[in-house]
């Protein structure tokens, strides 16, 4: 496609909207050139006053309240969707049919079904399409699959691994769409779509699942008085609704290469806001990673000699992806965090649109219709009380 400037927008002003919004705007900022320049033109969300607030805060031309507005805008090219699971479909076949490069966050739609029919709108045009498994440009989890790719340290054996949080912990926190849906659509759907993404990444593809449990540990909540932002606190309605979806889930699975996983989500975990770690033992080696901690991962292998060796923390710096050219101090030892991620994945897809190939694609809408076979799997295996095997 010419190189002219690249409009974008997101739809969706909440919590991951807006790192959306900030990553846009550093993406042309990182990795040299490649990329057309960008316009950072409209941000929408059906609350007028957030659409407002961060179109002004990340520097973009307007607000709007429907996502309507931007797909018939001829301005934008390129659109983040960022709003609930239950809107995804909707939205992004209307963006799709209306000519935009789609890029929609995790996980991709409610249903399996809903996941194909997006699919099946993506083959049917000539558009960009992406899904954000933002951990995928993590500097240190790219290094560990690295690793495993290049046979560095063996073959993978075990993978154990969680993404723990407490957002959900306190009764008194406001009921949202996030407690809303049929089992599988709370804190597996949420958070533990990251953690399968992830597990495969390192590991390669999961075969089947078995032994899920999940769990409700708050059943009912207070309806908030006014309009909320992420899991932020609220002034609480005398009104309670249940909670429809699982706190927490715990499973294993089995990968193609017949690894053995050991896998966790949480949204109740007390005192851990945000918590994606895992451990990785191979047949010759192991490798660490803790989301606290992201500027280093642990890594041991039989190189050294026996009186010294042992697990050792290996800072990332420019040896490692994303950092070189990365950021605006590229040097070793210079830390990055979680917002940097959208910023990598912000210009992956850019370069994906413009047709520049320095960074790898960001995740297919058929890795996102696998992940979503993932979790109705999880979510099958815990119905069934047994084995679920993913099929399809």
């Not at 179109?55 to 969707?81: L, M």
Request: proline share 5%.
């Amino acid at each position: 496609m010419a190189r002219s400037a690249l409009g974008v927008a997101v739809v969706g002003a909440g919590m991951a909207g807006r790192a959306h919004a900030a990553g846009y705007r550093a993406a042309a900022t990182v990795f040299g050139e490649g990329i057309p320049d960008v316009r950072l033109v409209a941000i929408a969300d059906a609350n007028g006053a957030f659409a407002t607030d961060a179109a002004r805060r990340f520097g973009y031309q307007r607000a709007e309240t429907s996502w309507q507005a931007v797909a018939d805008a001829d301005d934008i090219d390129v659109v983040s969707v960022v709003v609930a699971n239950t809107l995804h479909r909707e939205i992004v076949e209307g963006l799709l049919a209306a000519g935009k490069h789609v890029l929609c966050e995790k996980p991709m739609a409610p249903s399996v079904e809903d996941a194909q029919a997006m699919v099946a709108a993506a083959r049917a045009c000539r558009q960009q399409t992406g899904v954000g498994f933002t951990f995928r440009r993590s500097p240190a989890i790219a290094a560990i699959a690295n690793l495993v790719e290049q046979e560095v340290i063996g073959t993978p054996v075990h993978f154990n691994g969680h993404y723990w949080c407490d957002y959900g912990v306190d009764p008194s926190g406001p009921m949202s769409w996030r407690y809303k849906g049929n089992p599988g659509s709370g804190a597996l759907s949420d958070i533990g779509s990251h953690v399968l993404d992830v597990a495969e990444f390192v590991c390669g593809p999961i075969e089947s699942v078995r032994g899920a449990v999940l769990s409700t540990v708050i059943t009912e909540r207070a309806l908030p008085i006014g309009t909320t932002v992420g899991h932020a606190a609220a002034a609480l309605s005398d009104i309670r609704e249940p909670v429809e979806n699982e706190d927490l889930v715990t499973f294993t699975a089995t990968f193609a290469s017949g690894a053995t996983g050991t896998m966790s989500a949480s949204r109740v975990a007390y005192g851990l806001a945000n918590s994606l770690g895992f451990e990785l033992f191979t047949t010759s080696g192991a490798a660490t990673f803790d989301v606290a901690r992201p500027g280093e991962f642990g890594f041991m292998d039989g190189t050294p000699a026996a009186a010294t060796n042992g697990y050792r923390q290996v800072p990332v710096g420019p040896a490692h992806p994303y950092l070189a050219g990365g950021l605006a101090m590229d040097f070793p030892g210079v830390g990055y965090g979680q917002n940097d991620l959208f910023v990598w994945q912000a210009r992956a897809f850019l370069e994906q649109v413009a047709g520049v190939s320095v960074l790898p694609h960001v995740a297919s809408f058929e890795d996102g219709l696998h992940n979503m076979r993932l979790l109705r799997a999880v979510t099958e295996s815990a119905k069934a009380g047994d084995a679920s095997d993913l099929v399809g």
